[in-house]
């Protein structure tokens, strides 16, 4: 994620994220979010609903040791949530499978020598990648 975005997710979700100036021996969180700029929205939606929650239950906070894309969708992963704020990021995780990483329009999984992503139409032609089902064909 570019720094511009990067810069908005910890000023505005500190406690959320506080993990990014954390050592690597604690916290992959340090290495900052391991996705494109596509889901900044999601990221950013996701936040606000998880302290909106907080503040609303007075539930704590939880601590987000990483955040990446994985076989084309967004991992986010936390320590010491509740079942609602397991609910809250699957919601927008899942959301992940429909956007696409790179420009946050609608995408679907695309493929490129094993490697996953979600991508529109638009990207998957410009960087070379294949609809899933198209790839299982040429197997």
Known sequence: ???KNTK?????FPELYKGFYMS?????MCWGFECCDG????IKNLSEELYA?????????????QVKEKYGTLRYYI?????EQYKIID???DLSETTCEETGKPGKLRVKWGWYKTLSDEMAKELG???????????
């Open 79 to 83: 320590m010491h949530g509740t079942e």
């Open 24 to 28: 690597y021996k604690d916290t992959a």
């Open 91 to 93: 919601k927008w995780c």
């Open 1 to 3: 994620m570019n720094d």
């Open 39 to 42: 889901w900044f929205e999601i």
């Open 129 to 139: 990648y294949q609809n899933v089902e198209e790839e299982k064909e040429m197997e």
């Open 53 to 65: 929650y907080t503040e609303r239950t007075g539930a704590r906070l939880p601590e987000v040791t």
């Open 8 to 12: 908005y997710l910890l000023e505005n």
